[in-house]
């Protein structure tokens, strides 16, 4: 597709089971962030995949996230043993190698509600 | 530790008017910035960008303007459209490492008829 696809759009899920949140981003595209944006808050880094590289998984609040990326293209983020507290929108971005003028190209997000 | 700030959760303004939205930021390794513009239910959209070397960028009705010793910036929409109306993120990226964004709390700007 043209832009980067996430899915689902929507998730509830009860506390203490796992979610997986998709992205696809655009062909091509080298560089691939997860960020989150929590109610009133500015979006948060999570995990940066960038080529073949070891990802930047500096900004992953805990070890029940996680994330891949197979084949350089989909990603998936894993949270295990869902809190209310990762109650988010979660946004997946992809960029080429960072070219600074445009930035990244962002999802739509996956809105996550932790019930 | 807040890197990147919007101390104005929101603003509105008249359309046809001048919008002016700041930012603040505390880390002087800071050397590229951005401002996104997201509507509701979709992912943030790239705005306007600045370097560092610069002090102004404008692209037809937005102007972003730097003030590196203050670490300021700011946007300036004119004249304001109701489809302006969205949240303003502003963002920044590390020196020699841009492949993390930095982004601000974001303002809600609301342009009245």
């Known amino acids: 597709g043209a832009g980067v696809s996430q899915s689902p759009s929507n998730k509830v899920t009860e506390k203490g089971k796992d979610v997986e949140l998709r992205c696809d981003p655009i062909?091509?595209?080298?560089?691939l962030y997860w960020y989150r944006q929590s109610l009133g808050q500015g979006l948060e880094f999570l995990i940066y995949?960038?080529?073949?590289?070891?990802?930047?998984k500096s900004g992953l609040p805990s070890d029940r996230f996680s994330a891949e990326r197979t084949g350089g293209s989909v990603s998936t983020l894993t949270i295990q043993r869902t809190q209310q507290e990762d109650s988010a929108v979660y946004l997946c971005?992809?960029?080429?190698?960072?070219?600074?003028?445009?930035?990244?190209?962002f999802g739509s997000g996956t809105r996550l509600t932790v019930v | 530790d807040q890197q990147v700030k919007q101390n104005s959760p929101s603003l509105s303004v008249q359309e046809g008017r001048i919008s002016i939205l700041n930012c603040d930021y505390t880390?002087?390794?800071?050397?590229?910035f951005l401002w996104y513009k997201k509507y509701p239910a979709e992912g943030p959209t790239f705005l306007i960008s600045?370097?560092?070397?610069?002090d102004k960028n404008e692209d037809g009705r937005f102007t972003v303007f730097l003030n590196k010793s203050a670490k300021h910036l700011s946007l300036h929409i004119v004249p304001s459209q109701p489809g302006d109306s969205a949240v303003y993120f502003c963002?920044?990226?590390?020196?020699?490492?841009?492949?993390?964004?930095?982004f601000g709390q974001g303002t809600r700007l609301t342009i009245n008829p």
């Open positions: 600045i370097s560092s070397i610069k």
């Open positions: 062909s091509g595209h080298t560089a």
């Open positions: 880390n002087s390794m800071f050397d590229y």
């Open positions: 971005a992809s960029s080429f190698t960072w070219e600074g003028d445009n930035g990244y190209t």
């Open positions: 963002a920044a990226s590390p020196r020699g490492g841009a492949q993390k964004l930095v």
């Open positions: 995949f960038q080529g073949n590289s070891a990802p930047d």
